[in-house]
């Protein structure tokens, strides 16, 4: 094993490491976590959601959605919400099943701004492909010849 | 987090002029490491927990400046020895630049954590919303090509002095 791996090893160490702290010890209480047990986080602030949108507005709240994930209605103004769009939320949750209190974040233009940050993503993968190759043989990144 | 063109446009503004030492205005150049840098903390995190949601706290401290001088540092390494010192500092600095422009935009529950591992506090300064963020797109890539059509008139222009001189 080279030098270069060693460091790589002990980076990729490193960065597991930071992972496994955040997915254990992160502060915030998800929705998923609230509904596998209503009673334990009854009254609690929910700050997480996976990929929270707007399902049906009714005049009193909303009906918040979730990526691969269950829905749950929500009391709260309604000024500005629109359905169909992804949402920034933090809501107590009630073990009945809902959210009250919850201040509301409409992301417009978020599908917008995924698909437009594709092209400079590609771009810079193009340009860098362009620039540099793995070396089999030294197992490593190398200028090509007109770097 | 501003769009990945705001990011990339910005980036393209702050290092395009240092290009101007060099004796001629095109070409390849290890530049890309530092739009690579700046785009890394959102390519390590948002396509992963976009399309699989339940990954979130496992990718996010890549987009913190741990995880991604981390990230940066692995990236590094794998290059030739004698660019790894460069290469590593094109893409902190990058990171850095994607970290202060993050700073901006304002969230519900905050997405600056500078000083993870040992603190969750964000440190956003949180001025504008991403949404709004995006109506500037068409200002950062008129300014990067004005930009590129004065590099390009400062090279014809020297290009020529130096035939006449």
Not at chain 1, 127 to 137: D, E, G, H, T, Y
Not at chain 2, 26 to 48: A, C, K, Q
Not at chain 2, 139 to 151: K, Q
Request: net charge positive; glycine share 8%.
């Amino acid at each position: 094993m080279t030098n270069r791996w060693i460091k790589f090893s002990i980076l990729a160490a490193a960065a597991a490491g930071l992972c496994a702290r955040s997915v254990l010890f992160h502060p915030w209480l998800s929705l998923n976590e609230c509904l596998a047990d209503p009673s334990a986080h009854d009254g609690s602030r929910v700050t997480q959601f996976r990929e929270p949108k707007i399902g049906m507005v009714f005049g009193d709240g909303f009906l918040l959605t979730q990526k691969k994930g269950e829905s749950i209605r929500v009391f709260c103004d309604t000024t500005g919400l629109v359905g169909g769009e992804f949402v920034g939320v933090t809501a107590v949750f009630h073990k009945e099943g809902y959210l009250d209190g919850a201040v509301t974040q409409v992301a417009s233009l978020r599908r917008e701004k995924m698909a437009v940050s594709v092209v400079p993503a590609a771009a810079v993968c193009l340009l860098f492909l362009s620039q540099f190759r793995w070396n089999m043989k030294k197992g490593l990144l190398e200028p090509k010849k007109h770097a | 987090m501003p769009d990945l063109v705001t990011h990339a446009a910005i980036a393209h503004l702050i290092r395009r002029p240092f290009d101007l030492k060099k004796k001629t205005g095109t070409g390849p150049s290890l530049r890309v490491l530092f739009y690579l840098g700046t785009l890394l903390p959102d390519l390590l995190t948002r396509p992963w927990y976009i399309l699989f949601p339940a990954t979130h706290d496992f990718t996010l401290p890549f987009h913190t400046p741990a995880g991604a001088l981390i990230a940066c540092g692995m990236i590094a390494v794998l290059f030739e020895t004698t660019l790894q010192k460069k290469a590593f500092g094109l893409l902190a600095a990058g990171s850095v630049l994607h970290f202060v422009l993050d700073g901006f935009q304002k969230q519900i529950i905050g997405n600056n954590f500078w000083l993870y591992p040992f603190s969750w506090k964000d440190y956003g300064y949180g001025i504008i919303w991403a949404g709004e963020i995006m109506r500037y797109i068409p200002c950062w890539l008129a300014l990067a090509a004005l930009m590129e059509i004065g590099i390009a008139v400062y090279y014809r222009a020297r290009k020529q002095n130096l035939r006449e001189s």
